[in-house]
């Protein structure tokens, strides 16, 4: 069968003008969502997410008639992010808003960024972080030892006996924790943890003593009603111990970057084997940190028998890119070594900051000459200049829209997104299907895919730093 429903020799197929040998598997792997009546059709997927783009956006009907029509002639669609969950109850939820996105970044300055890109991860966005030592510094000194006592079993109680929140209980340096069978509940568990060990109200000088119940987190195999899918936490019991463990190399002084990065991708691992849809992430480093450069070199390692295998100590940081930032002009050795190291292996990959933050401010800088001064001062004179000239040739600016504007080089997973604190969205044009002469076909199909985009900056997310940079 298509993903329209008819058979795959039928010559009546409205939908689907080319079908691709794999498409039907990807497409009901990927966006065909499980209803009471079997699996989604590709009309139904399309009408799904087109009322919720309607909706969202406050479409007119001459609107939604364009969108229609470019999905129906494949010439343009929505995200398949959106495809999968555009129009349903779940994405109608404000702490689900982010959902609806590809990919995100957020400035590591607290305990709650980390949470922040657990949540990220299982909703299946990407996660960007910049781990740079003017963000990182605002993070707290590790103070307290944590032992993880012990790891419940998973899956002990009834359905109908679950709670949903996680609830933790302290008495002098034991600390007791219920994780609760939501999304949230794993991450508030996992924040927890890494909020004990900077917290004040214990003694430094012994152990935190943690137990972890997992009685109430549903077992492999269990669908997840909302988001959709199977729980798989086959990884959730190792996490609080690997986490532990990072924080406790730590203690008397504030995190590394790379154990920064090895927190998060903790995470990300968990989420992975819990068959969320998949895990992308992008972290940025500081040029001259040396530890974050060389952090995922000669992963695979021969023992003695000549059996490769991944230093378990880091083979968390598979989960993402790594991108070393530089706020002055690379050398041209730098950039040879960098694009050398990336066709070898992948990874060492560099950015220019002040080319990007330039792109980040085209309605400020809306000529080459001016990006280029730009620039030039950014590099000879430092950040805090550029800054000033830009407040000089443009006064409206205030503090915080300024520090805004000058963090704008976090990346996407993907790298090809600017911003800070920031969600991207994405929609596909087709060109294939369209005729290069047919110029009225090329402007409905990019204006079908501005409108799907467009009509997603109508959510009001509720964490302040997302929500301050859509605004």
């Not at 085209?362 to 000239?389: H, M, N, S």
Request: negative net charge.
């Amino acid at each position: 069968m298509n993903p329209n429903g008819l058979s795959a020799n039928s010559n009546q197929d409205p939908y689907f003008p080319v079908t691709a040998p794999a498409a039907n598997p990807v497409f009901y792997r990927t966006y065909s969502r499980k209803t009471p009546f079997g699996r989604e059709s590709w009309q139904q997927v399309a009408e799904r997410n087109l009322e919720g783009l309607r909706q969202l956006g406050q479409l007119d009907g001459q609107e939604v008639d364009l969108i229609r029509r470019m999905q129906q002639k494949q010439k343009s669609l929505p995200s398949g992010r959106w495809l999968w969950i555009g129009g349903t109850a779940w994405i109608e939820k404000p702490e689900n808003f982010s959902g609806a996105y590809n990919c995100t970044s957020t400035n590591l300055v607290d305990w709650q960024a980390f949470g922040l890109m657990m949540d990220l991860a299982m909703m299946g966005c990407g996660t960007g972080a910049i781990i740079e030592p003017r963000l990182i510094e605002k993070l707290p000194a590790v103070r307290n030892s944590i032992t993880i006592k012990s790891v419940g079993d998973i899956g002990l109680t009834a359905p109908a006996e679950r709670q949903d929140h996680t609830s933790h209980s302290i008495n002098g340096q034991e600390v007791q924790i219920k994780v609760g069978d939501t999304r949230r509940g794993w991450v508030d568990s996992y924040q927890l943890l890494l909020e004990l060990c900077s917290n004040q109200n214990f003694n430094p000088a012994l152990p935190i003593e943690v137990c972890v119940d997992l009685a109430d987190v549903r077992p492999v195999g269990e669908t997840l009603k909302g988001f959709g899918g199977m729980a798989n936490p086959v990884k959730l019991k190792d996490l609080y111990t690997r986490v532990a463990q990072i924080l406790n190399r730590a203690i008397g002084r504030k995190l590394t970057s790379v154990e920064c990065c090895l927190l998060i991708d903790e995470a990300a691992v968990t989420i992975v084997a819990g068959n969320i849809r998949r895990s992308a992430g992008m972290r940025q480093f500081a040029a001259d940190d040396q530890a974050a450069a060389s952090a995922k070199d000669n992963l695979w390692q021969q023992d003695e028998q000549g059996n490769w295998r991944i230093d378990p100590e880091r083979d968390s940081l598979r989960m993402a890119n790594h991108t070393r930032v530089f706020h002055n002009r690379p050398s041209r050795e730098v950039v040879f070594d960098a694009v050398l190291k990336q066709f070898n292996s992948g990874e060492g990959a560099i950015q220019f900051a002040p080319e990007a933050i330039a792109r980040s401010n085209a309605d400020l800088l809306t000529t080459a000459e001016l990006r280029t001064e730009f620039q030039d001062i950014y590099c000879d004179q430092g950040r805090e200049e550029a800054g000033r000239w830009l407040q000089l040739n443009h006064p409206a600016i205030g503090a915080a829209e300024l520090e805004h504007r000058l963090n704008r080089y976090g990346l996407n997973p993907c790298g090809e997104i600017l911003g800070a604190d920031f969600h991207c969205n994405l929609a596909e044009v087709h060109l294939n299907q369209i005729d290069p002469a047919d110029l009225q076909g090329q402007a409905d199909a990019f204006k079908a895919a501005g409108l799907a985009v467009a009509a997603l900056l109508n959510h009001r997310f509720e964490v302040e730093r997302y929500r301050q940079s859509r605004a």
